[in-house]
């Protein structure tokens, strides 16, 4: 059973940075992509980035491109999320997901399997 653990979340200044991690620590991953989803508070589950397995295909919403960079090593079976110039619109509750594949984890219709989260609180 594919069990998808975050870690990493935290408190943290604006224009701060923090990683993200998320361990599969249960059996193999049958889907390729991985990503990131998240909710803050009072609003709708929103999609962050995607990975395809290799790591050479990548996607971010608007909202955080250029700023968060996804990665994955397949050996360690982990995938991160290095989030730099945070914002205080950033704050929310971080999911790992994984899915069929990178493009098909960008709609919450498309994940299969989804972390419990890790908490991103950026404020003064």
């Known amino acids: 059973q594919v069990q998808l653990v975050e870690s990493g979340g935290g408190l943290v200044q604006p224009g701060g940075s923090l990683r993200l991690s998320c361990v599969n620590s249960?059996?193999?991953?049958?889907?390729?992509?991985m990503g990131w989803f998240r909710e803050a508070p009072g609003k709708e589950r929103e999609f962050v980035a995607s990975?395809?397995?290799?790591?050479?295909?990548?996607n971010y919403s608007d909202s955080v491109r250029g700023r968060f960079t996804i990665s994955r090593d397949n050996a360690e079976a982990t995938m991160y999320l290095q989030m730099d110039n945070l914002r205080p619109e950033d704050t929310a509750l971080y999911y790992c997901?994984?899915?069929?594949?990178?493009?098909?984890?960008?709609?919450?219709?498309?994940?299969?399997?989804w972390g419990k989260g890790t908490l991103v609180t950026v404020t003064t």
């Open positions: 990975i395809s397995k290799k790591g050479t295909i990548t």
């Open positions: 249960g059996s193999d991953l049958p889907r390729t992509g």
């Open positions: 997901t994984a899915g069929w594949d990178s493009v098909e984890i960008m709609k919450s219709d498309g994940v299969d399997y």
